[in-house]
């Protein structure tokens, strides 16, 4: 698991360095399709926002690139949940390009990945990997309450999730758990932080996941 010390100091270059391409793994900033394409998983390198997208969502990416870029924080998170094959994590990733678009450093993981970096014994070559889980502007953190986790993995959930909202820097989840079902099956902790802004339920659209 990443100290203390390297989550302040991730938390630090996030203001200094956001307009850099020196972090190792980070989308470099300033938009080109080959840089996006090249980052982007190709299930979703179409991913854009269209008028089909919930409003609410394209006015919580508004608000996140006009306060990330004017203060550097957003207290408001996103939560998107619907049934699997809703296009939550499709309208994720046109939030991301949104972000993209606008020179802001995003990171993505899931549950088992997030449990792999925060080990204790998390080898060297990922520890960028997780510094930028603390780090960078907004997280997404995709499919979560998909499967049964471990202990060990919700402790890495709540470091990482209330590190992030002391800091006031958002994440973005995608879940199929209603807002009263992940209060139920997550620590409350962890519940109340993720659910502190924007909840969103996502309807089904065909041939988006």
Known sequence: MITAEQRAQAINTRFDLRYTHELHGWLPPGFTEEGWNKKVPPRFRDARFDGSHPLEVMAWADRLVTEMRKNGYLSESLYLYGETGSGKTHLAWAVLR???????????????????????????????????????????????????????????????????????????????????????????????????????????RNGVS
């Open 98 to 204: 949104r972000c993209w678009e606008e020179q802001l450093q995003f990171a993505h993981v899931n549950l088992f990945r997030l449990a792999e970096l925060l080990r204790h014994d998390c080898p060297e070559n990922l520890l960028g990997e997780a510094d930028r889980l603390y780090g960078c502007d907004v997280l997404l953190i995709d499919d979560l309450g998909s499967t049964q986790v471990s202990d060990w993995a919700l402790g890495a959930l709540y470091e990482l999730v209330n590190d992030r909202h002391s800091s006031v820097v958002p994440i973005i989840t995608t879940s199929n758990l209603t807002p009263e079902e992940l209060a139920q099956s997550f620590d409350d902790r962890i519940a109340r932080r993720l659910l502190d802004g924007v909840g969103v339920l996502v309807p089904p």
